[in-house]
């Protein structure tokens, strides 16, 4: 399956906001973005005037690669939302957030939702007790996400729970790290996404 193999960093600073793409680099020193707070190349610190065009077409790629996802999967799930009852934008987000390698993210078992992404696919991840290795499965209120008990001793997974007080766990998610498991309490809702959105920009976007 194709995915973005290039530098993280690069990313969150074309995107003039964190992205959170490299786990507990984005909360040190180290950090790219706020070392170098203006968009990469030969003329990322002269004066850029976006076109209305331009102002949506950044948000649209910005939500894409917070959620690491490529074009032609991002727009089927703009499609999926579009066809629903409720606000577009909003059922967008909600879709993004169901997503099982958000939920491992969210859940604090990876420190990055890349690495979420790997121990699904890696099937170091249970769904109701059952093997689920497809990131973009969809969970639903009642579902109850785990480590696999032989994946437990893993390095990067217990690094990642030692973080999860800090990152800290949306409240339509419950947490029980010492058990390696979390439960979905219920469907997410736009307040529960923190991070800087204006999802009616990405509807405008693709409704031109």
Same mark, same amino acid.
């Given at each position: 399956?194709?995915? *973005?193999?290039?530098?993280? &960093?690069?990313l969150c600073r074309r995107e003039n906001m964190k992205l959170y793409l490299k786990g507990d680099r &984005?909360?040190?020193?180290?950090?790219? *973005?706020?070392?170098r707070p203006y968009p990469p190349g030969q003329h990322g610190q002269g004066r850029i005037k976006f076109s209305e065009?331009?102002? +949506?077409? #950044?948000?649209?790629q910005k939500v894409r690669r917070m959620y690491?996802?490529?074009?032609?999967? *991002?727009?089927? *799930?703009?499609?999926?939302?579009? +066809?629903g009852k409720s606000v577009t934008g909003e059922a967008l987000l909600r879709l993004l957030e169901r997503r099982l390698d958000n939920i491992t993210y969210r859940m604090g078992f990876g420190s990055t939702r890349a690495e979420a992404r790997q121990l699904v696919r890696h099937s170091h991840i249970l769904v109701?007790?059952?093997? =689920?290795?497809?990131?973009?499965?969809? =969970?639903?209120?009642?579902?109850v996400v785990s480590i696999h008990e032989r994946s437990r001793k893993i390095k990067r997974?217990?690094?990642?729970?030692?973080?999860?007080?800090? #990152?800290?766990?949306?409240?339509?998610?419950?947490?029980?790290?010492?058990?390696?498991?979390?439960? =979905?309490k219920a469907?997410?809702?736009r307040e529960s996404v923190s991070a800087q959105i204006q999802e009616q920009l990405i509807v405008e976007f693709y409704s031109r």
């Open positions: 399956m194709a995915r *973005y193999i290039g530098p993280s &960093c690069k &984005c909360y040190s020193d180290k950090c790219a *973005y706020d070392r065009y331009g102002v +949506r077409l #950044r948000e649209k690491g996802l490529l074009e032609k999967q *991002y727009h089927r *799930y703009f499609e999926l939302a579009e +066809r109701n007790g059952k093997r =689920v290795n497809v990131p973009s499965f969809l =969970v639903k209120p009642g579902d997974i217990l690094e990642a729970i030692e973080t999860i007080e800090r #990152r800290g766990t949306p409240e339509w998610l419950e947490v029980e790290p010492k058990e390696f498991r979390g439960t =979905v469907m997410p809702t």
